[in-house]
């Protein structure tokens, strides 16, 4: 039997939406106040990315994440110092040391890590986590998200290959929001969903609805539990919208239809989220906007601080580039 | 002391490292029944299991990136890629993510692996498996680069290699695998990684080189010998870093400098090695700095009258050693 999520984790989900939503709006600001040079919004993938970290373990599993990820992250149990820590570059960075772009690299505290910018690279990357941990029997999952865009790379197809034949504890977790930048999906691919390539992996392919935290987490705890019992891998599509351009330097109003653009604005899923939480009786209207309240708050008293925290200094720019080598050879 | 062949100094190594570190494994194609196509890894999958050695799909970008996921996960992958030739498709893989993985994490992880990649020619290989890839790996800040000559640099570089904590390139030249044998002890050593040896004393001049060349220099060396040119052989051993202090000390007490390599010359490794001397050598040099290596071609062609046109040999850096020595 398919395990529910449970009425009590709802409005955890539902907050560390909220929070992220704010805090991807306020990256959003810093961009276009000239203070952070770029942003890659989450915002219309919360819903996915919550209930896919609820239905695994942070104190054992393992987390390939990408660019588009803020509210896994903040599930994950970042803070929002941290992230802004990222989104302006400043001294103590977290993932870094502010090398690379926001949210890169590795977290201190979860086994979360982003090496790159380049799309699907994580992909064979979390192939070789998942292998070890089943090498050394360890009972641990490993979860790779990506977007729509990175199946069309070549590491996604050699990585899934190659982790059906090794029936590797993998979860493939795919945010279809149906552009790669500009490209539609149907410039991206000949069939209609990404889910159905895994029948030429050997592992179950499910699409699902992003924007419903109990449907996406009902899948993905379905995976994690055929990963854990030794079965393998799962492809799972979450199909949800990317409600602001790829990133802060795009205007997708170039490339989409004011039809798409209205169709996309109906399947927000924080609004969605609080239909259901306050349809099923779990939040009052007081208690969300007690919640949005709060969330806008710990995000203004983050940005305070970290606005007045320094960059991260040069004195930093030579280590770390191998253990024993200096830079000036 | 028993004597080695360079392959069999390859395999020995790879083998008592994994006897003495579990988290050791190798990912490659072929590696598992076949013994890999030079016999790397002959009779390891029935002494390690297939869990450690572990027979991918055609698939180099996978090889790489699964090793390095493995690699930052607690293990010592080997990725085993099967001709230099094909690691291309894993470069992104190796130059994009591998090499950046310490700094980018600013520390938090590293990747403790090791890939090994046969190249070179003179082997009747032709354009797609005589390929040298060095140039590339070599120019990368992150990744530690080492090609061996001899049987005995085999075993000590590539135990250095699969215990350093980040990752290295060992670039096995395929000529040298059963051309070059030599005496390799069998308790258990290591070579540190950045530093280059003078193969042959002289000093009328010095040949700086690396690889199968290193053996081709040696002879012209004797034959130079014989003429009463005595030429120091400086082999790099380490392509980056490369041993500065080594070549410097070398060309400032010959005062002459020829740079021998396979491998095309324009910005090359040879290049380099050129500059160091250029900046740290020059009240030292009696000579122009000379560089001896194939015509700009794509190697490198299958005639093997034509491979032989394209290849430096012993009898060509004669020719330039007395060359450069008469100035």
Not at chain 1, 299 to 327: K, Q, R, Y
Not at chain 2, 31 to 39: D, M, N, P, T
Not at chain 2, 226 to 242: K, M
Not at chain 2, 272 to 293: N, W, Y
Request: charged share 25%; proline share 6%.
């Amino acid at each position: 039997m398919t395990a529910k999520l449970p009425d009590d984790r709802m409005v955890h989900l539902y907050r560390t939406m909220v929070l992220s939503r704010y805090l991807d709006e306020r990256s959003w600001l810093l961009n276009r106040q000239g203070k952070a040079a770029i942003a890659a919004s989450a915002q219309g993938h919360e819903a996915a990315q919550v209930a896919c970290i609820e239905a695994t373990d942070p104190s054992k599993d393992h987390y390939l994440i990408y660019y588009r990820q803020l509210a896994a992250i903040m599930a994950l149990g970042t803070t929002p110092e941290e992230m802004l820590r990222g989104f302006l570059a400043k001294e103590g960075e977290p993932m870094s040391g502010a090398r690379q772009f926001p949210y890169h690299g590795a977290h201190p505290r979860v086994d979360m890590f982003n090496f790159s910018n380049v799309i699907a690279t994580q992909i064979p990357q979390a192939a070789g986590v998942a292998l070890s941990d089943k090498l050394r029997g360890l009972d641990a999952v490993t979860v790779v998200s990506f977007g729509d865009g990175a199946t069309s790379q070549g590491d996604a197809h050699e990585t899934m290959n190659f982790a059906g034949i090794h029936k590797l504890p993998l979860i493939f977790f795919c945010e279809n929001n149906r552009y790669a930048i500009s490209v539609p999906l149907n410039k991206q691919m000949a069939i209609e969903s990404v889910a159905s390539r895994a029948a030429g992996y050997g592992f179950p392919g499910v699409s699902v609805d992003g924007t419903s935290i109990q449907d996406v987490f009902e899948v993905t705890k379905t995976a994690v539990d055929r990963a854990r019992s030794g079965d393998g891998p799962t492809l799972i599509e979450a199909m949800v919208e990317r409600l602001l351009p790829h990133t802060t330097d795009d205007d997708h109003t170039r490339y989409r239809s004011e039809e798409d653009l209205e169709r996309m604005s109906k399947r927000d899923p924080v609004s969605i989220t609080s239909e259901l939480l306050l349809s099923k009786g779990l939040l009052t209207e007081a208690e969300d906007e007690a919640i949005h309240t709060e969330a806008k708050n710990q995000v203004n008293i983050a940005t305070d601080t970290v606005e007045n925290e320094p960059f991260a200094g040069v004195e930093n720019t030579l280590n770390n580039v191998t253990e024993s080598i200096e830079p000036s050879l | 002391m028993p004597e080695q062949n360079l392959i069999e100094a390859v395999r020995e190594t790879m083998r008592s490292e994994m006897r003495r570190d579990e988290s050791v494994i190798i990912l490659g194609e072929d590696v598992g029944a076949h013994g890999g196509v030079f016999l790397a890894t002959d009779g390891f999958i029935e002494e390690f299991g297939e869990d450690r050695v572990i027979d991918t799909p055609l698939a180099e970008s996978l090889i790489c990136g699964v090793a390095l996921g493995a690699a930052v996960n607690g293990m010592r992958p080997i990725a085993e890629i099967q001709f230099a030739d094909f690691v291309w498709p894993a470069i992104n893989q190796l130059v994009g993510e591998t090499a950046r993985v310490r700094y980018g994490t600013n520390g938090a992880k590293t990747a403790p692996m090791t890939i090994r990649i046969p190249y070179g020619g003179g082997v009747r290989g032709g354009l797609y498996h005589s390929q040298s890839i060095e140039v590339l790996f070599s120019h990368t800040p992150g990744l530690t680069v080492v090609a061996p000559a001899t049987s005995y640099d085999a075993k000590g570089l590539l135990a250095s290699a699969i215990r350093a904590n980040d990752p290295v390139i060992v670039l096995e030249h395929k000529r040298t695998y059963r051309l070059v044998k030599g005496n390799v002890p069998s308790e258990d050593y290591t070579i540190p990684i950045g530093q280059a040896e003078i193969k042959r004393p002289g000093t009328d001049l010095t040949v700086v080189t690396y690889g199968l060349m290193l053996h081709y220099v040696l002879q012209a060396a004797e034959a130079a010998a014989a003429e009463g040119i005595e030429v120091e052989v400086l082999d790099l051993r380490t392509l980056r870093p490369l041993d500065k202090n080594s070549i410097v000390e070398s060309v400032s007490r010959t005062g002459k400098a020829l740079i021998v390599q396979e491998d095309t010359l324009a910005v090359s490794i040879s290049s380099e090695v050129a500059a160091i001397i250029a900046e740290r050598c020059f009240f030292d040099l009696d000579g122009p700095v000379t560089r001896l290596g194939p015509p700009e071609i794509p190697p490198m062609p299958f005639s093997p009258l034509m491979e032989a046109e394209f290849m430096p040999s012993p009898e060509k850096i004669l020719t330039a050693i007395k060359k450069l020595a008469d100035i």
